[in-house]
Structures are given as structure tokens and as C-alpha cells.
């Protein structure tokens, strides 16, 4: 009885020390690539014990929450603009480039307006939704798009944006409940409930590219470098969400 009493204690001890030395670790992600990194996680805290908390937004709105709390681990992005304004605040220790994005517009399916090409999106009464360029991805890139086109499609395009979203779901959202009849979104994997798209012709359109940080605000950088390693060893989960994963 006694033997037994000896071991459960020091079983009890060896529990308490592990769960003393567990870290959470938080990792910042844009919304359009949250679900991947939701599944990462949960496998990551499935074996180890550390554990990762998951926060998501507009890459630029989760980019701020990191700078004014001054805390962060990981910080998965979706436009090079973001990753440049982290490492101008000097919080990226590293960084690998982990996607490549082709942007399309996704389309409301019961819609009465016919819309099948880039040039449908200027007819009168198309609702549009795009982005706001100080906090998303999106509002930049659809402003490069547009400044690739000839001036009289671009301008009639503009004219038809009626909403500037924060993120991706909203702009599905609103696509699919009709307050607009089209939304740019950064890749067709980003669509849900097999929304239809239609693409935007290359000679117009601006690949973006999505990465992965290490943020110098971590307060367990050992432990960070572990996830991120353990990020990169698992980016097929991407691809299995319908992601064109960047070659290594």
C-alpha cells in the first residue's frame, strides 16, 4: 500500500511539473486561411503540451491586435504588404513564404444579374463587395487589379463597389445572401459551399502569395520555433483545404 501511495505521488508530482512547464502559445492568422490553421492546431495540441491558442481576422486588423498588445507567437498572412509592415516594426524574427493565391470573384448563384466575365461586372446595377486597403489584404490587391486595367473598365468596376469588407467572410457573406451580386476573394479555395466564381484574366490580375512569421514578441521562443517548424511540417493540411502550397 505504501509502494503504491510512493508512485501515485510521485506521478502526481511529475503531472504538476509538466503541466508548470506548458506554454500557451498564440498564433495570429488572416481569416481567409483560418480553417487550415484550426486544424493544425488542434493536431499540435493534441501532441504536445504546449498549447496554441488560434486568433484570426484581416491580416492587417490581427497585425495591429499583435502590435498593440505586444503579443504573439505565429502570424500567418496573406499579402506581402503585411509581412513587410511587421518587419518594419522589427516583431519578425523569421519568415517563409508557404502559399501562392490566385484572386477571383465569387458570385452570388441565384442571382438575376448574368454575370460570366470580368467585363459583366460593369453592367449597371452589379453590386460589388471589396475590401478596406488599411486593414485587408483584399482592398490592396483589388486596387492593383483595377490599376492594370484600361481606365474605362476599371472605372465602371469602381463604380459598382458598393461595400469595403473587413475580411473574407464577410465578403462571402454578403455574397451569399445576395446584398451583392460579386466579391473578390484571394483564391477560389477560399469559397464556400461551392460558390461560383468567374477568374479575372491574367493580363489584369496580381498573384499574392501567403506566409508564415515567427514574431520576436513570443515569451517562450523555444517553444515558438517549435510550432513553426511543426506549421511548415504540416502545410499539406492547407493543401487539403484546397490550397496551392509554395514550393520549399
Known sequence: MRKFFVLFISFFLVFLDFKA?????????????RKPALEIARLYNITHRNKVVVMSGGSGVVLNEMLQSKRG????LVDVVFLKRAIKHGIVVKYKKILELT????????DKVEIKSIHDLTKNGVRIAGGNPHTFCLGLTLKEILEKMPLQLSNKIEKNIKVKCMNVLQIIGYVKSGAVDAGIVLDKALLESKLPYIEIPKEYNVNRFGFMALISYSKHLKAANELYDFILNHLYIYKSFGFHVARR
Open 73 to 76: 507567437d505565429i502570424y500567418t
Open 103 to 110: 484572386p477571383v470573384f465569387a458570385i452570388n448563384p441565384k
Open 21 to 33: 512547464n506548458a506554454y500557451t502559445l498564440y498564433w495570429f492568422t488572416g481569416a481567409g486561411i
